[in-house]
């Protein structure tokens, strides 16, 4: 998202935001004295209440919204990233703010968003299963689970993915 870098940090359930540019011009120019003044802010996500295990991060293609994978909640976090905070997905629910849900038994790990910034693509790390999220804010199935793919064989969850740059693959 231009000048800032996103970075998860799964033991703290925050979301690090941390200025991209070129530390050493930074450094030269006298904007920063150490590279900790690269660290612009620490985002908390999730349900304050519990340990959510942030596991992975991606950004929409205009850089205004970042998704977060929440490992052991089974939920994916909304950020926006111009206001750096999460966004509640359901503001009708007073005193909390909503994620969006993949069910009781997920455990959401790595995410992708394609191209055209129309789904986001959600491994699960206990079983072979990618949830498909409606990310198109025209949409009027806006982050909701539109569809679980099944992969077999995988005994052991899906850790990683990628989306080709045609989205085809």
């Known amino acids: 998202t231009g000048e800032y870098v996103f970075g998860v940090q799964r033991l ?6 941390i200025d991209g540019r070129d530390p050493n ?8 004295s150490s590279s900790a003044d690269l660290l612009l802010a620490r985002i908390p996500i999730g349900d304050k209440n519990v340990r959510n295990i ?13 998704y977060t ?10 950020v926006d990233t111009m206001v750096l905070q ?4 359901n503001p009708e629910t007073e005193d909390v703010i909503d994620s ?13 968003i394609d191209s055209r910034d129309k789904y986001a693509y959600i491994s699960d ?8 999220i409606d990310v198109d804010a025209t949409s009027s199935k806006y982050h909701q689970l539109v569809e679980k793919i099944q992969v077999e064989p995988a ?5 990683e993915m990628a989306i080709s740059s045609d989205g085809r693959r």
Not at 86 to 89: H, L, N
Not at 126 to 132: E, F, N, P, Q, T
Not at 155 to 159: I, K, S
């Open 155 to 159: 005994p052991f969850g899906l850790r």
């Open 54 to 66: 942030p596991r992975d991060i991606a950004i929409t293609s205009d850089g205004s919204r970042a």
């Open 125 to 132: 790390a206990r079983m072979g299963i990618i949830y498909v």
């Open 100 to 112: 969006i849900d993949l069910g009781d038994d997920a455990s959401p790990r790595a995410i992708v």
């Open 25 to 32: 011009v930074l450094f030269d120019n006298g904007e920063i």
């Open 12 to 17: 703290s359930d925050f979301i690090s935001v």
């Open 86 to 89: 999460q966004v509640d997905i």
């Open 69 to 78: 994978t929440l490992q052991n909640t089974g939920k994916i976090a909304l």
